[in-house]
């Protein structure tokens, strides 16, 4: 997924995926890694809820899923339409506010549903879509 992690016991930062042990002090990495997994592991199973209907599980599994990483931007989309699901409509731009404001300006089609979402009043049934890492 391109991500990259900081070695724990030297300065070393950015190291890339691929590396089991620190290119610096060779500390062991794996367990870095693992823990690297864990947002997307949280935001599959919150797409699995949401299929079935446990929107409320799903937001939970969401919520856990952001504050291991305030990055995620398709964490912040799916939670978005979680919270349409509940009539939530505050929290719903909320969440699709913070995922344009994250989103690289490559991602032109998702930015510009996210925007016809936010524009139209009263709000309209439009969800973008999110992909998922499974
Ligand atoms: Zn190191």
């Known amino acids: ?23 610096q002090c060779n500390a062991d990495l794996s367990y870095l890694w693992k ?12 797409v699995q809820l949401s299929r079935k209907g446990d929107y409320i ?10 504050s291991l990483n305030p990055d995620f931007v398709d964490a912040y989309i799916l ?6 699901e509940e009539k939530h409509e ?9 995922a344009l404001s994250l989103l690289p300006e490559t991602e032109t089609e998702l930015k510009r549903q996210l925007y016809s ?7 309209t049934k439009i969800k973008p879509k999110i992909r998922a890492f499974l």
């Open 79 to 84: 939670l978005g339409n979680l919270y349409q």
């Open 35 to 46: 823990l690297q997994e864990v947002p997307y592991v949280f935001f599959n199973e919150a």
């Open 90 to 98: 505050k929290e719903a731009r909320g969440c699709f506010e913070k």
């Open 57 to 66: 599980e799903a937001i939970q599994k969401v919520l856990a899923s952001i």
């Open 117 to 123: 979402f936010l524009e139209t009043r009263p709000v």
């Open 1 to 23: 997924m391109g991500e990259k992690i900081d070695c724990p016991l030297c300065p070393r930062r950015d190291i890339p995926e691929g590396h089991v042990t620190c290119p």
